[in-house]
């Protein structure tokens, strides 16, 4: 069942063309990695989808078009982190988590026995036990952006949108921030579209990658076929080595220095 589809989609800011004829599917539980150059429409394709950004074309997200759905109809189906969210000022841990769960809170507005379970849950799997009852404010780069993404997983939407969620993060939570929403979205309960500069954890994690140059999509396929060290060079200028090894890709800079006459790398 495709969970995402993208039709002919475009977006028009200040007057330019941001993404032009866009087409995409998303099957439920795939990963989807969108990568590219900085200023390619990465997190525009993100925001449309999300129905943040008016598009042209065709967006729908589990059958429905997302243009068609209340906010909270949206937020039930899609949960969106992007770079830099706002954050309410004095707003402790906690209580930004449990936010995730407005979109499916009665007319009361309080959260219950369940959403504190899965809440407290996401808290834990995210190493921010510690954290709960502290401002969002006094925490590290790395520490909002776990809490960021507990907010998001606490929403409990079949479809998650990270926008570079590796920013910021040393290498181990890295590691387990995405180890982690790749078992959720083994587990059949999560599709996922990310953004990412990393090439290589792109590489790593997601079944399938979507390259951006200047608002167009310029290849879809699996890592292998997607990160090319062709393909490397002339959308991003860049010299690299790719290694594919048991369908995962890394991609792996080299200094100029290194590289021979003729433009092989030593």
């Not at 598009?55 to 039930?76: F, H, N, P, Q, Y």
């Amino acid at each position: 069942m495709t969970t995402v589809r993208a039709r002919d989609v475009g977006v028009v800011l200040g007057g330019c063309a941001v993404l032009s004829a866009i087409d995409l599917e998303v099957a439920a539980g795939e990963w989807l990695s969108i990568v590219g150059p900085n200023g390619a429409g990465k997190s525009t394709l993100l925001r449309a989808i999300a129905g943040l950004v008016d598009a042209s074309g065709t967006i729908e997200v589990g059958g429905a078009d997302v243009r068609g759905l209340t906010r909270r109809g949206r937020a039930r189906q899609v949960a969106l982190v992007p770079q830099a969210p706002v954050v309410p000022p004095g707003m402790t841990v906690g209580d930004y988590v449990l936010l995730g769960r407005t979109p499916h809170l009665g007319a009361l507005g309080a959260p219950g026995g369940r959403d504190l379970a899965l809440a407290h849950d996401v808290t834990t799997r995210l190493d921010l036990d510690g954290f709960v009852d502290r401002a969002l404010s006094s925490l590290s780069g790395g520490e909002r952006q776990r809490a960021f993404l507990a907010r998001a997983l606490t929403q409990a939407a079949p479809v998650l949108l990270l926008d570079e969620p590796t920013t910021a993060l040393d290498v181990g939570h890295q590691q387990q921030v995405l180890d982690l929403i790749d078992a959720l979205r083994r587990d059949g309960a999560l599709t996922v579209l990310s953004t990412m500069h990393d090439l290589t954890l792109a590489g790593q994690y997601a079944d399938r990658l979507a390259l951006l140059d200047a608002g167009r999509m310029v290849s879809v396929g699996t890592p292998g076929e997607v990160l090319t060290e062709a393909n490397v060079h002339r959308y991003y200028g860049a010299r690299v080595r790719v290694v594919n090894d048991g369908g995962r890709s890394y991609v792996l800079p080299y200094r100029a220095v290194d590289e021979a006459p003729g433009g092989t790398h030593l």
